[in-house]
Nanobody, 122 residues
Framework: QVRLVESGGGLVGTGGSLRLSCAAP????????MGWFRQAPGKSREFVAF????????WYADSVKGRFTISRDNAEATVSLQMNSLRPEDTAVYYC???????????????WGQGTQVTVSS
């Protein structure tokens, strides 16, 4: 069983920044694809970004490209999401996910964290 633990959510004003972190202890972290997804009230869960294992190649949703940056520290088994220039429409619960296949579909990721709330006020 993989346990992912997110941290770093909170409340910020429009244009502000937040950094989310996800720890994945006890797993062969460096080979896994790590992703971030989000779910706003009344909406389905949507892809935000992923980062591959060894190569660290990244991919972003168009809605966050140029504002968000995903990174990983394989030695510490953590993945982070730096979120800049935040907008009210970024308000959602953000989830960390892990899997073996890179992609934007949530069902590619069998392991999920509990989620952390990000609220951007206008």
């Amino acid at each position: 069983q993989v346990r992912l633990v997110e941290s770093g959510g909170g409340l910020v004003g429009t244009g502000g920044s937040l950094r989310l972190s996800c720890a994945a202890p006890g797993r062969t972290f460096s080979r896994n694809v790590m992703g971030w997804f989000r779910q706003a009230p009344g909406k389905s869960r949507e892809f935000v970004a992923f980062i591959r294992g060894i190569s660290s190649i990244t991919w972003y949703a168009d809605s966050v490209k140029g504002r968000f940056t995903i990174s990983r520290d394989n030695a510490e088994a953590t993945v982070s999401l730096q979120m800049n220039s935040l907008r009210p429409e970024d308000t959602a619960v953000y989830y960390c996910a892990a899997g073996d296949v890179a992609g934007v579909a949530a069902n590619l990721y069998p392991y999920w964290g509990q989620g952390t709330q990000v609220t951007v006020s206008s």
